[in-house]
């Protein structure tokens, strides 16, 4: 526990941080009132609006963790929920409709996993076809319109809440710890690690590092399609063009500013979650600050660079040896006072 | 006989590229003219350019996600500085240019320095540039100048009465000027050697550092002209244009036979990329009945259809390769 506390600490700080710098601007930020049955504020937006990206982060997590890189997860939600909403504009209900969803977002996750581990493809080239086509895909469904439904259960997944909780922040709460328990209650994540540091190796040890590399795209299809749910039930209605666009850089960065590296092994998805979370609170702080949204961008780019910076490994490097050359100085060595002594 | 290998992909490109305009003349007898051409090498100019950055680019194994965003600022940045000042579109050209460039050879100066993956650091410029876009203008600003008439104006009426514009031209010779940086100087010579591992690149001799600094400052030049000719093309400047681009050139690359790790390819392929890419949508616009989408679809296929070919070839020159060591 202390472990994993000291694990995620720089994120909780740099979102602690963030949340009183957006307090500074609008002190009203962190005030949760309870009406009709429900949260509200600002910080309860931030943990529903904050919802496709924490659930694509999870997914991008094991990814990443795997020395791979999912660029389709935007389009997949735009897919999957097409799918979805097709299904209850076509009268099948709820249930077959969430099932579907599920099963189209598995099997964009076959396709990304064949094409990366059987036949071999970067992943960023890999998964790069299905951004591109997948959108014309998604189209093919609704056949170029914006697909509108009108099903308060399927609209509960966007809209509705459970206990006071608007229902997405549910989700991917209990997602990333089902996904968390997951790997760590059984040896998953350090398979997953191995074949991130080291895929040769690990298959050399027995690790199957095909089938595992599938299911890993597979888990990152899934949770693409409950953020395409999510995203389609909030606004009642499927949008392929738009759904889900440029969110695969967002979870990216999510997962990035949760500590994990880009070139696999090691991974935290309670960290990457709160990397999501940072960024809908900039997101949302900017926006309630009052400076104007065009200033979104740049301090995002501004705060990545310095994550970035201070996550550098030459940086890193530096930063030892200087602190290393210090404590040398102040501890005086030996042989300086005898050359003192031999030089006059 | 690996050098021959090696032109396959480049040849496999410039054959699809021949057999679906062949698809397209049988279809439409009309799509083999000069009018058609003539626009199919307007309308790709800006997505030429920047395609040639990136070949470069990812030749040296990086990827730059910045490029869209760098013309949409591009042509904000042209067009406010024309509405508000009175200097000629030329200075204003040079300024841009200096500024991008500047930019690119910024993130190539992180990259190297911090030893932080390409991806991310591209990924931060591409929020960056944006978002200076959005601050100098949320509106689209149109351009009012005798100087951008006169370059719309001037063209070369070619036989059958299509028009080679400006715009077509300078693609073309960026397209040359790629080609002869990436196949024909020293400079190239070192990010070839750079995509086909920095290991091996260091114990050449290459300078990696200042080589990936200039890759990404070339591509941020290219990335400035790509802004210059698309602000000519659309006559106005808009924060919110080209959001995509940069993965649209990233499939142009790999569709031109480049391959994606780096070290292998052709710029030339590149421009065979984007205008196979362009003809699809061509087709599209001539049947009428089609549906845009078809495009995406279309250029995700041809995509796959290119890296299963490279792979096989990589596999065939590999085991070549090995029957020689053997």
Same mark, same amino acid.
């Given at each position: 526990m202390r472990r994993f506390l000291a694990r995620i600490a720089p994120q909780l700080v740099t979102l602690a941080a963030i949340v009183v710098l957006v307090t500074l601007f609008f002190?009203?930020?962190?005030q949760i009132g309870f009406e009709r049955g429900r949260l509200v504020g600002p910080i309860i937006d931030v943990l529903k609006r904050g919802a496709p990206v924490a659930l694509l982060a999870i997914g991008m997590t094991l990814v990443i963790a795997t020395r791979g890189i999912d660029l389709s997860v935007g389009t997949v939600m735009a897919i999957t929920g097409a799918v979805g909403a097709w299904a209850i504009a076509s009268g099948y209900g709820v249930v077959p409709a969430l099932a579907l969803a599920m099963v189209a977002g598995l099997a964009c996750g076959l396709w990304n996993g064949i094409l990366v581990a059987? &036949?071999? &493809?970067q992943p960023i080239v890999a998964t790069l076809i299905l951004m591109t086509s997948g959108r014309g895909v998604a189209q093919l469904i609704t056949e170029g319109r914006i697909l509108t439904f009108n099903d308060p259960a399927f609209a509960f997944f966007g809209s509705g809440t459970l206990l006071g909780i608007p229902f997405p922040a549910v989700l991917w709460l209990l997602l990333a710890i089902a996904v968390t328990l997951l790997m760590r209650r059984t040896a998953l994540g350090m398979l997953v690690e191995a074949i991130g540091i080291n895929r040769a190796a690990s298959a050399l040890a027995g690790v199957n590092a095909r089938v595992l590399l599938i299911a890993v795209y597979m888990a990152s299809g899934l949770c693409a399609a409950f953020a395409g749910i999510v995203a389609t039930a909030d606004i009642r209605g499927a949008d392929a063009n738009n759904a889900g666009l440029w969110l695969e850089l967002d979870a990216i960065l999510a997962v990035v500013i949760g500590g994990?590296? *880009? *070139?696999?092994g090691r991974f935290s998805i309670a960290a990457s979650v709160l990397g999501a979370l940072i960024i809908q609170t900039i997101d949302t702080g900017i926006l309630l600050a009052g400076f104007?949204?065009?200033?979104n961008l740049v301090i995002k780019a501004g705060l990545v660079l310095l994550i970035l910076l201070l996550q550098s490994p030459n940086l890193a490097h530096t930063w030892r040896f200087l602190r290393d050359e210090a404590m040398r100085r102040r501890e005086p060595e030996p042989k300086l006072h005898t050359r003192k002594e031999i030089e006059p | 006989m690996t050098a021959n290998a090696r032109l396959y992909p480049l040849f496999a490109t410039i054959a699809i590229f021949i057999a679906a305009y062949a698809i397209c003349w049988m279809q439409f #007898?009309?799509? @083999?003219?000069t009018r058609v051409v003539g626009n199919l090498l307007t309308d790709n100019a800006y997505l030429g350019i920047v395609a040639v950055g990136m070949t470069v680019v990812i030749l040296s194994g990086g990827i730059d996600l910045s490029v869209g965003s760098v013309i949409a600022f591009s042509g904000v940045f042209i067009s406010v500085v024309l509405r508000d000042t009175s200097l000629h579109p030329l200075v204003v050209f040079a300024l841009l240019l200096a500024v991008t460039t500047a930019f690119g050879a910024f993130m190539g100066l992180i990259i190297h320095w911090l030893a932080m993956p390409a991806f991310i650091v591209t990924l931060a410029g591409m929020f960056l540039a944006r978002g200076a876009a959005y601050m100098l203008t949320i509106d689209s600003v149109p351009i009012d100048h005798a100087f951008y008439e006169f370059i719309k104006d001037s063209y070369y009426l070619m036989p059958g009465k299509g028009r080679l514009t400006v715009i077509a031209v300078v693609m073309l010779l960026s397209v040359a000027f790629g080609a002869l940086i990436a196949h024909r100087t020293r400079f190239g010579a070192s990010v070839f050697a750079l995509g086909g591992g920095v290991q091996t690149a260091r114990l050449m001799g290459v300078n990696v550092g200042q080589t990936t600094i200039l890759v990404y400052a070339f591509s941020g030049f290219m990335a400035g002209l790509s802004g210059i000719v698309f602000s000519i093309y659309t006559g106005s400047g808009y #924060? @919110?244009? $080209?959001? /995509?681009t940069e993965l649209t050139a990233i499939a142009a690359v790999v569709i031109g036979g480049?391959? @994606? $790790? /780096?070290g292998a390819g052709y710029v030339v392929g590149t421009l065979f990329g984007v205008l196979t890419m362009g003809l699809i949508q061509t087709y599209i616009v001539f049947d009428g $009945? @089609?549906?845009?989408?078809w495009t995406k679809i279309v250029i995700g296929l041809l995509l796959l259809l290119f890296i299963v070919l490279q792979k096989g070839l990589l596999k065939l020159t590999g085991t070549q390769r090995d029957a020689a060591l053997a």
């Open positions: 002190p009203d930020f962190v059987i &036949i071999g &493809i994990n590296s *880009l *070139l696999g104007p949204s065009e200033y | #007898p009309y799509m @083999l003219s #924060p @919110l244009a $080209t959001v /995509g480049t391959i @994606l $790790t /780096g $009945t @089609l549906s845009s989408w």
